[in-house]
């Protein structure tokens, strides 16, 4: 740990003082509020060391990262039966891409796009009595935090002006891949996306695909080994949407990022670091973020190749 912890703060006074050349997302009115100038960064390591810097204890909102987190309980639920839902490919399209639907019949390329996604939503409101409420105590019970919460805020925010998202979700179902009402299937998926986390409860929740055997509080396991390989697989090739290459290539980690600035990077058998820095590139991925990361992984030689 101490030799990460001097190359993070060492990293982190490097990439503060580089121009951003990204833009905080505003197509959701309530992530237009969030001071651009955030940044922070916290790692944990698999023998629960937990070091962060800068604005590592605000929270914000974790948007696509939660994609992670409603993968994981929806394979849970349905193994290996879940990729007849939606694939495992990179989509190399945005986030938010109509395009490759048609063509597809309806079956989302990847869990890590809002198509994917947006169906993982529909699968676990099939297994849900009380979709928001059951997913919030999973996140709480696999993190052992009691006090993670939605932002109701950004989620009536996202409602209100998530067109695409209604346009996917309607698309979808008329291939017969959403099996459940269409707005409760975006209501639940806008809520998912509003998670609220600081990157030291970032870097904690997902210590699950870090660690091997990792059991919960109650001694529960959260997924099989063979699913915590899948889901860092997709991670590392879907988690950045059209610049996934770019992040295996210059990072090196399965990841995940969200249009709120944060990005996971799973190191397995050794750490979780998050950063969260608003500004995106051009992708929808946070400019500040990636180049930490890279940075990082070079200096300590830690990534996965
Ligand atoms: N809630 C966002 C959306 O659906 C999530 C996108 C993202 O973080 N990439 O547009």
Redesign the pocket.
């Known amino acids: 740990m101490r030799s990460y912890k001097e190359v993070i703060e060492c990293v982190y006074t490097d990439v503060k003082n580089i121009t951003d050349t990204g833009k905080v997302a505003d197509y959701?009115p309530e992530l237009a509020h969030v001071d651009a100038n955030n940044f922070g960064v916290n790692i944990t390591t698999i023998d629960k060391e937990s070091f962060g810097v800068g604005d590592f204890e605000k929270k914000f909102s974790i948007?696509?990262v939660s994609k992670i987190l409603t993968l994981t309980l929806a394979y849970k639920f349905e193994g290996v039966k879940l990729w007849d839902r939606v694939d495992v490919e990179p989509s190399g399209n945005p986030?938010?891409s109509l395009l490759q639907l048609e063509a597809d019949s309806g079956k989302p390329r990847n869990p890590f796009i809002?198509a994917g996604a947006i169906v993982i939503c529909d699968v676990l409101l099939s297994h849900l009595k009380n979709p928001k409420e059951d997913f919030l105590d999973f996140c709480r019970e696999i993190s052992n935090n009691p006090t993670l919460n939605y932002n109701e805020k950004v989620a009536e925010s996202?409602k209100i002006s998530?067109f695409?998202?209604v346009a996917l979700c309607n698309f979808i179902k008329s291939f017969g891949n959403i099996k459940n009402d269409v707005e409760e299937v975006l209501d639940f998926y806008?809520y998912t996306?509003s998670l609220e986390m600081t990157c030291k409860e970032l870097s904690e929740i997902f210590l699950y695909l870090t660690i091997d055997n990792f059991t919960t509080q109650k001694g529960e396991r959260v997924i099989t080994e063979s699913q915590t390989k899948r889901i860092n697989a997709i991670m590392l090739t879907c988690g950045f949407y059209d610049e996934s290459g770019e992040f295996a290539f210059r990072v090196g980690l399965p990841g995940k990022?969200?249009?709120?600035g944060g990005i996971i990077a799973i190191h397995p058998d050794q750490y979780c670091m998050a950063v969260w820095s608003p500004k995106l590139n051009k992708k929808?991925n946070s400019y500040k973020g990636m180049l930490f990361l890279e940075k990082f992984t070079t200096k300590t030689a830690s990534s996965i190749f």
């Open positions: 959701i948007q696509s986030f938010n809002n996202e998530g695409r998202n806008f996306c990022s969200g249009v709120g929808g």
